[in-house]
Antibody, heavy 122, light 107 residues
Framework: EVQLVESGGVVVQPGGSLRLSCAASGFTFDDYTMHWVRQAPGKGLEWVSLISWDGGSTYYADSVKGRFTISRDNSKNSLYLQMNSLRTEDTALYYC???????????????WGQGTMVTVSS | IQLTQSPSSLSASVGDRVTITCRASQGISSYLAWYQQKPGKAPKLLIYAASTLQSGVPSRFSGSGSGTDFTLTISSLQPEDFATYYCQQLNSYPPITFGQGTRLEIK
């Protein structure tokens, strides 16, 4: 079964740091670009970051650029999001998602995890 | 690139034909996807490349459009289709962007 399982979400104070993890199974992880997407409570979807299959290319939303770092360990079939200088507006459910295709072009996200909740509050 | 969905909410009955529109602020070719999200669940991919039905998605769902104007159509609403629907553009990034969502409710 193709599956993504996120972990690491907690309550953290503003200015704090956190690392989210996403464990992949059921597919050849190192063939695919991977993404982080977040959803604030009661709000819509916001793309956060992507990383290419080999980690050679990374992109970020302006709202997190310079504070968040995406990475992956293909030997462990794992995706990560290092979150620094957290703000209250970063409070959201964070999903990892898999690109639908194994090429360089991104067409859609076909597999999503269940999400992990990050709450930034004093 | 901004995506504007209309309507933002919609009430319909089982068996109705429903159309949701997504307009891009600039041309995105056919790099558009549609997702369905139910409360407490992760989004589910319905359509990609504007009109390609994802494997396992019922054929009552269809997508069309290119450039700046796109539609998602549900030909005959079923009880399990009441959810929130999002469009997403992947033509020009970063950032990859989503529409604000369309909430489909039971009339």
């Amino acid at each position: 079964e193709v599956q993504l399982v996120e972990s690491g979400g907690v309550v953290v104070q503003p200015g704090g740091s956190l690392r989210l993890s996403c464990a992949a199974s059921g597919f050849t992880f190192d063939d695919y670009t991977m993404h982080w997407v977040r959803q604030a409570p009661g709000k819509g979807l916001e793309w956060v970051s992507l990383i290419s299959w080999d980690g050679g290319s990374t992109y970020y939303a302006d709202s997190v650029k310079g504070r968040f770092t995406i990475s992956r360990d293909n030997s462990k079939n794992s995706l990560y999001l290092q979150m620094n200088s957290l703000r209250t507006e970063d409070t959201a459910l964070y999903y990892c998602a898999k690109d639908i295709g194994a090429g360089a072009t991104t067409y859609a996200f076909d597999i999503w995890g269940q999400g992990t909740m990050v709450t930034v509050s004093s | 690139i901004q995506l504007t969905q209309s309507p933002s909410s919609l009430s319909a009955s089982v068996g109705d034909r429903v159309t949701i529109t997504c307009r891009a602020s600039q041309g995105i070719s056919s790099y558009l996807a549609w997702y369905q999200q139910k409360p407490g669940k992760a989004p589910k991919l319905l359509i990609y490349a504007a009109s390609t039905l994802q494997s396992g998605v019922p054929s009552r769902f269809s997508g069309s459009g290119s450039g700046t104007d796109f539609t998602l159509t549900i030909s005959s609403l079923q009880p399990e289709d009441f959810a929130t629907y999002y469009c997403q553009q992947l033509n020009s990034y970063p950032p990859i962007t989503f529409g604000q969502g369309t909430r489909l409710e039971i009339k």
